[in-house]
């Protein structure tokens, strides 16, 4: 059974970076096909694609973010990484990776997610 | 990159049916058969209910369906049951430079 587990810091300061990485376990990250994910949702909010990455190394990004993050990935450790830069009080949020089975947004699996607020 | 457009809120007594829309543009609903539904619990993880518009992945009931019409694709939940009651999201592919766009979301309330 595949699962994707997020971590990072919790706590982010204004300005700052954040970093999170996404282990993926029972499933190879380097499989055809499946493209993995990152997704936001805001306290009480929606949710938000922020990009997406290809064992090859191929990355797209939500237009909106783009600038400020850079997805990762690791095929000899079987994880992918998300850097945000430049955060604000706007970029708090529950985090998760997903795995897209398509490249199409079929987000089928998915990490419990983690919060991440920003504050100073 | 806009969210594409849900109502708010959408409801049904048990043994109904209800139908939330997904609104779009050309650009991703109505440029692309890939639509997918996402169902969330409250303090819980979203789930894939449909993808590519009307596919049911191994263990969704099909009493979930989906449909597209235009620019406009929709999730309708036949046979209302109370652990239905939860958040639906839309998510349309916008092709290769806006990959992924979701919903803003619907909450789906049983009477």
């Known amino acids: 059974q595949l699962q994707l587990q997020e971590s990072g810091p919790g706590l982010v300061k204004p300005s700052e970076t954040l970093s999170l990485t996404c282990i993926v376990s029972g499933g190879s990250i380097s499989t055809d096909y499946y493209f993995w994910a990152w997704v936001r949702q805001p306290p009480g909010k929606g949710l938000e694609w922020i990009g997406s990455i290809y064992y090859t190394g191929s990355t797209y990004y939500n237009p909106s973010l783009k600038g400020r993050v850079t997805i990762s990935v690791d095929t000899s450790t079987n994880h992918f990484s998300l850097k945000l830069s430049s955060v604000t009080a706007a970029d708090t949020a529950l985090y998760y990776c997903a795995r897209d089975n398509s490249g199409y947004g079929s987000f089928d699996y998915w990490g419990q997610g983690t919060l991440v607020t920003v504050s100073s | 990159q806009s969210a594409l457009t849900q109502p708010p809120s959408a409801s049904g007594s048990p043994g109904q049916s209800v139908t939330i829309s997904c609104t779009g543009t050309s650009s991703d609903v109505g440029g692309h058969n890939y639509v997918s539904w996402y169902q969330q619990h409250p303090g819980k993880v979203p789930k894939l209910m449909i993808y590519e518009v009307s596919k049911r992945p191994s263990g969704v009931p099909d009493r979930f369906s989906g449909s597209k019409s235009g620019n406009t694709a929709s999730l309708t939940v036949s046979g209302l049951q109370a652990e239905d009651e939860a958040d639906y999201y839309c998510?349309?592919?916008?092709?290769?430079?806006?990959?992924?766009?979701f919903g803003t979301g619907t909450k789906v309330t049983v009477l």
């Open positions: 998510n349309s592919y916008g092709g290769s430079n806006n990959l992924n766009v």
